[in-house]
């Protein structure tokens, strides 16, 4: 074994060994863009000493990283810049000269203030405008039609062919914009986006709005699709079953709230003698209309109330000036011949009547159990219209009593003095929300208050809102409060007047109500005028019609019958409290939750 270990390692000595090759040249520091670099510290005549505050752990100065702009600046290119992958057209190009469809600047004291301006044409087509001298544009077309003017039957005139209006409005909003016999839907989207516009439609039982906003310069161009969309619409089956889709899927994510106060509406203004009244029927498509809408239905509806009757339609525009507003509306309304007797209301309009009622909706619970379940409540009364005396006061009487959810989106402390803020909503912690709202129509309006909690507590808060309704047709409301809702309604209604789209649309629906449009200043005065007084004989004119409850939820049969609310708005808090003593230490406003 030693003489086989001698043996090999001789044969190793005898082999040639392997040169490795020589170590690499030290290469230099890599600096990295971007990172902090040691840099010496200069001489200094007297040491710096650091403080045990500073520095308690360390004995030595610490290290500090000082970077400088040479260190992290990227090498000069040798490379030409590449073509701009999209020319600007000469016509557009920043150069010496102001372009001829910009307006010229002008000192203020040169501008008019902003107001309206009214033109009719030789037809009927009524035209309002405010100039305020923006660089975009909002115009729209109001139609005086809606839901309320649908029908579960409605007769051709000379095909003997009948058919079913109902839920027409609702489809209507969602085939805007879509093809016409001059485009299609893309090329429609298309051309607003490329002109830097939005273009939607909205309809309500009484209305039906179009709307374009766009830069100034492009509002010739968008107004021209918006009239094609509103006179010639496609309205091809193929469209119109893809729709019907669309409201399929809406029916199945609808907001409770949102089917709570459409069952009010239908409970309030109930059938008589069988018959359903206009304010009574349903805004929204239902089911069952659903299923008889067809594009013959689309296109009865508008030869109905729409392509003879120019009397019904108004062009209102914010941004423009009016002589170029009643240039397009004259170019594609014009042409509208006028009906003569035809082309008034003719009778389709007929007023309803306040009935009061109670509607149920038990919803099934959610597939997802993480997801919190509450029941939503609303008790409403009878009030005037948008013709009545009491229609201010009533605004001011909404903003006074506020309200919101628990959780406000537009930060802390926002509407938290509002009455049902601090009466309800801060006094029980089961309230999980509580409004007031307002529904205002032609010949009537709703006034009430709406809220939600958990099934448990559906009694309590039907309780706490019958209490609102009392006290406020018992006792005057304090001068501190009336004069911060009369503040608060004053500013938002200025507030929402800067928004160009609020002010077309504020121009529109006025001028198609009222036949004018009072200015903000008027309606400022309108305000300050409501005294306390006014808001007393409000609530107890309307507290003495009857009652309208709806609610939507789980368990609905918790929440108490139509009778028994009615009975709580009427005695009130005080007189029920004396009435029911030994209830009292099981009262609501004596729980704690």
């Given at each position: 074994m030693n003489a086989a270990s001698a043996a090999a390692r001789a044969a190793a000595r005898r082999r040639p060994r392997l040169l490795r090759p020589p170590p690499p040249p030290p290469s230099p520091p890599h600096r990295r863009p971007f990172a902090a670099q040691v840099q010496p510290e200069p001489p200094s005549a007297a040491p710096k000493t650091w403080s045990e505050n500073e520095f308690p752990e360390r004995k030595e100065p610490p290290v500090i990283a000082r970077t400088r702009a040479s260190d992290v600046a990227p090498p000069p290119s040798t490379r030409e810049p590449p073509p701009p992958r999209h020319a600007v057209s000469p016509t557009r190009s920043i150069g010496p000269e102001r372009p001829s469809r910009i307006p010229p600047n002008v000192p203020l004291d040169a501008?008019?203030?902003?107001?309206?301006?009214?033109?009719?044409?030789?037809?009927?087509?009524?035209?309002?405008?405010?100039?305020?001298?923006?660089?975009?544009?909002?115009?729209?077309?109001?139609?005086?039609?809606?839901?309320?003017?649908?029908?579960?039957?409605?007769?051709?005139?000379?095909?003997?062919?009948?058919?079913?209006?109902?839920?027409?409005?609702?489809?209507?909003?969602?085939?805007?914009?879509?093809?016409?016999?001059?485009?299609?839907?893309?090329?429609?989207?298309?051309?607003?986006?490329?002109?830097?516009?939005?273009?939607?439609?909205?309809?309500?039982?009484?209305?039906?709005?179009?709307?374009?906003?766009?830069?100034?310069?492009?509002?010739?161009?968008?107004?021209?699709?918006?009239?094609?969309?509103?006179?010639?619409?496609?309205?091809?089956?193929?469209?119109?079953?893809?729709?019907?889709?669309?409201?399929?899927?809406?029916?199945m994510d609808a907001h409770p709230q949102l089917s709570m106060m459409e069952g009010l509406q239908t409970a309030t203004y109930g059938p008589i003698d069988g018959r359903v009244q206009q304010l009574g029927r349903p805004h929204l498509c239902t089911e069952e209309a659903l299923e008889h809408l067809t594009a013959a239905s689309v296109h009865a509806f508008r030869e109905q109330h729409l392509l003879h009757k120019p009397r019904g339609i108004v062009v209102a525009g914010s941004g423009i000036a009016h002589d170029a507003l009643v240039e397009?509306?004259?170019?594609?309304?014009?042409?509208?011949?006028?009906?003569?007797?035809?082309?008034?209301?003719?009778?389709?309009?007929?007023?309803?009547?306040?009935?009061?009622?109670?509607?149920?909706?038990?919803?099934?619970?959610?597939?997802?159990?993480?997801?919190?379940?509450?029941?939503?409540?609303?008790?409403?009364?009878?009030?005037?219209?948008?013709?009545?005396?009491?229609?201010?006061?009533?605004?001011?009487?909404?903003?006074?009593?506020?309200?919101?959810?628990?959780?406000?989106?537009?930060?802390?402390?926002?509407?938290?003095?509002?009455?049902?803020?601090?009466?309800?909503?801060?006094?029980?912690?089961?309230?999980?929300?509580?409004?007031?709202?307002?529904?205002?129509?032609?010949?009537?309006g709703l006034w009430g208050i709406a809220g939600s909690c958990e099934?448990?507590?559906?009694?309590?808060?039907?309780?706490?809102?019958?209490?609102?309704?009392?006290?406020?047709?018992?006792?005057?409301?304090?001068?501190?409060?009336?004069?911060?809702?009369?503040?608060?309604?004053?500013?938002?209604?200025?507030?929402?007047?800067?928004?160009?789209?609020?002010?077309?649309?504020?121009?529109?629906?006025?001028?198609?109500?009222?036949?004018?449009?009072e200015d903000a200043a008027t309606m400022c005065a309108k305000i300050d005028a409501v005294t306390r007084e006014d808001v007393r004989d409000v609530v107890r004119r309307a507290t003495a019609?009857?009652?309208?409850?709806?609610?939507?939820g789980i368990d609905v049969g918790k929440v108490p019958r139509l009778e028994e609310a009615a009975k709580w708005v009427g005695e009130g808090p005080e007189a029920r409290k004396k009435k029911n003593s030994f209830f009292e230490r099981k009262s609501i406003f004596e729980r704690t939750s």
């Open positions: 501008l008019a203030p902003p107001a309206t301006e009214v033109t009719t044409l030789s037809n009927g087509v009524r035209v309002g405008s405010v100039e305020n001298f923006s660089q975009v544009s909002t115009v729209g077309v109001f139609l005086d039609f809606g839901s309320r003017h649908e029908l579960d039957r409605y007769e051709v005139p000379g095909t003997g062919e009948a058919v079913s209006t109902a839920g027409v409005n609702h489809l209507m909003e969602l085939l805007a914009f879509q093809s016409t016999r001059k485009h299609t839907g893309d090329e429609i989207r298309n051309a607003m986006e490329s002109m830097g516009g939005a273009s939607y439609a909205t309809s309500n039982r009484e209305q039906m709005m179009y709307c374009c906003d766009v830069l100034r310069p492009n509002v010739g161009r968008a107004f021209e699709l918006m009239a094609e969309a509103i006179k010639i619409p496609a309205i091809e089956e193929a469209e119109v079953e893809e729709t019907k889709q669309v409201i399929r899927f809406q029916m397009l509306a004259d170019a594609h309304f014009g042409h509208i011949p006028a009906g003569g007797a035809a082309d008034d209301d003719d009778g389709r309009t007929v007023p309803s009547v306040h009935t009061g009622g109670e509607y149920r909706l038990q919803r099934p619970p959610d597939p997802n159990p993480a997801k919190e379940e509450f029941t939503h409540v609303a008790l409403a009364f009878e009030v005037g219209g948008w013709h009545s005396p009491d229609l201010v006061p009533t605004c001011v009487l909404q903003t006074l009593l506020g309200g919101g959810s628990s959780f406000s989106a537009g930060g802390p402390g926002k509407g938290m003095y509002s009455r049902l803020y601090r009466q309800v909503l801060n006094a029980h912690g089961w309230a999980e929300s509580c409004e007031a709202f307002t529904s205002f129509h032609d010949e009537s099934p448990e507590r559906s009694r309590d808060l039907t309780l706490a809102i019958a209490d609102q309704f009392s006290k406020l047709g018992t006792d005057l409301v304090a001068d501190e409060e009336l004069d911060r809702a009369r503040n608060m309604l004053k500013c938002n209604v200025l507030t929402q007047l800067e928004s160009r789209l609020v002010l077309m649309e504020d121009v529109g629906r006025q001028m198609l109500t009222y036949g004018k449009r019609k009857p009652l309208t409850l709806s609610t939507v």
